[in-house]
C-alpha cells in the first residue's frame, strides 16, 4: 500500500504539472517538445575546414569496388552532434571478415583512407575523414554466449542493447556505459566505462580480440599477448587496425536493492572513499549533480545498487524504455529556463523515484516491500530514445573530464564558474568513478572521478562559438587540476591542451605510424593532430 500511494502521489504531482505547462505553452508547443524525430538531424552545411588538401573530384572518379555492399557511394556522413557533415567517398556495409579484407585492399591501391564506424556517437571526426571510405560495422554482429568459461564473444557491431538481451537473465556484461546503444568496437575504441566502479573500464574485461591491420593480416591482442597492439587498440580511436571480434569477461546478473541519498557535493569524495568504495555489496554507482539554479552543481543525488543476498528470486524480461515523449518533453522543457530547470531536478529528486520499475520479485515475499528489486541487467538497459527530438535549431553535446579524486571539489567549483559566465545551458552533470587504467592513451593515469556533462547548443555560428569558448576554458581548468578530458568529443582544444593533458601523444601518434605507415587508417582526428 506504501508503494501504491507513493506512485499515486507522484501521479497526482506530474499531472498538476502538465495542467500548468499546458497554461503557459499551449498543446502545439508542448507536442513538438515531445514529438519523435523524423530522422537524423541535419544541422549545417558539409564541414569546409581542409577543403583543399582533398581533391574530391578525383576520389569520387573511381570506380567503386564490387563484390561488397555498399549502402552509401558519395554524399555525406555526419555524426551524434550533427555538426560535422563531410563528403565521403562511401560507406561498406560490413557482413563479413572478407568484406573488411577486400575494402584495404581497394583503399590501398587506391590511396583512400578507411574509417570504422558504429553508432557514430563519437563527435570528434574519429569515425570519417574527408573523401575516405566508412565500414558501417552495425551488420557484423553475431553474439556467442560461452557459459563454460563465462564470457561472450561478439563481432565488433554488435550492440550493448543486444548483448545484454543475449545474456539475460542468467548473466549480465561486466563493463559498458550507463546506456546500451553503442557498438562493442566503438566502446572498445575509446575504452568506455559505466556504472560499476569495481569492474573498472572495457579494457579489464576483454580476454582478448582479432584486429586486422592495414596490410590485411588478422592480429590477436590481449593483456598477456601482443600487449603492445592490445594496449594501441583498446582506447586508439580505430587508428591502427579494425577490430574483427572480441572476447569479454561476463557478470552474474545479480539482484540489487536500489538506494539513493542526496547530498552537497563536497561530501561526496569523503563518503565514496569511506564508505562505497570499501562495501563489496555495493554493484553500481552513479552521481547526478543539480542543474537547477538554485543549487546548480552544488546538491548531489547518489544512485546505489547494493546486492541482494538469496537464490528465490523471478526475473523479468527485459524490457525497453517507457514514457518516451514525457521523458523527452522534461529534458527538452529544461532548455527553455531557469523555472524548468529547477522543476526537472525537483521531479529527479522528489518524483521520479516513486514511480521507478521493480523487475525482480522474491517469490516467497511477492508482497512485502523487499520485493521491490531490480537485477544488474535493468539500470544499464536503456536506448534513450527520449534524447533523440524533433527541434531543428539545436543540439546536445557531450563532455567527459577525468578529475584526479583529490580535485574534485575545487573543479566543480571552476566548472561552475565557467558554466555561470558563458551563460551554458547544462542539462545533465553526472559523477562517475573509474581507475587507472594502463592502455597506451589513457585517460586516467591515477584513481579518478569522472564528469559527464551534457550541454545544450544552438547550432548557428554563435551557438558553434560558445561551445568553442566554453570547451577550451573547460580544459584549460582540467588541466590546472592535473586532468585528462576525452578524446571523442568536439575538436575544439589546441595541440598545446592536447600535449599538455596527455604527455604520450606523440609516442602515440608515432606507433600509429610504426602499425600503419602509409596512413590508411585516418579520421579526422588524426587528421587535425597527428600529420
Known sequence: MQKFSSKFKATVSAVAVLAVLFGVYGFRKLQALAADPDGEKNCRTANSEDQGKT????????????????????????????????????????????DI???????????????????????????????????????????????VSRSVTVQPG????????????????????????????GSISVNAHGMDHQAGALAKSIKSMKVMLADGSVKTASPTENKELFDLVVGGYGLFGVIVEAELDIADNLVYQTGRRVLDYKEFPALFAGEIDKDMKVGLMYGHLSTAPSSFLKEMLLYTYTTVDGGDFKRRPLGEVSGVKLRRLTVNLSKQGPLFQEMKWFSEKHIEHRIENCTVTRAQAIGSAEACLVNRNDPMHDSVPYLRNALPDDTDILHEYFIPRSQFVAFVDGLRR?????????????????????NFLTYSPEPAFSLVLYINQATDDEGNRQMKRTTEQLIDLTIAHKGRFFLPYQLYYSREQLQRSYPQ??????????????????NTFYQKYGV
Request: net charge positive; with cysteine.
Open 505 to 522: 601523444i606523440d609516442a602515440f601518434f608515432a606507433a600509429k605510424r610504426k602499425y600503419d605507415p602509409d596512413g590508411l587508417f585516418t
Open 158 to 185: 554488435a550492440t550493448w542493447h543486444d548483448i545484454q538481451n543475449a545474456l539475460h537473465p542468467r548473466f549480465a556484461v561486466r563493463a559498458m556505459q550507463s546506456t546500451d546503444i553503442f557498438t562493442v568496437g
Open 55 to 98: 581533391d574530391l573530384e578525383k576520389i569520387k572518379a573511381i570506380a567503386p569496388l564490387q563484390g561488397v555492399r555498399w549502402s552509401q557511394l558519395g554524399g555525406a556522413i555526419n555524426d551524434a552532434s550533427c555538426l560535422n557533415k563531410t563528403e565521403i567517398y562511401g560507406i561498406v556495409e560490413v557482413r563479413s571478415v572478407d
Open 101 to 147: 579484407a577486400k575494402t584495404l585492399t581497394f583503399a590501398r591501391d587506391n590511396k583512400l583512407s578507411v574509417t570504422t564506424a558504429g553508432v557514430r556517437h563519437s563527435m570528434g571526426g574519429q569515425a570519417f575523414r574527408k573523401g575516405g571510405i566508412v565500414l558501417d560495422m552495425r551488420t557484423f554482429n553475431r553474439i556467442v554466449l560461452n557459459e
Open 418 to 438: 565557467i558554466m555561470i559566465d558563458n551563460k551554458t545551458n547544462l542539462l545533465n552533470a553526472s559523477v562517475r568513478v573509474v581507475h587507472r587504467e594502463e
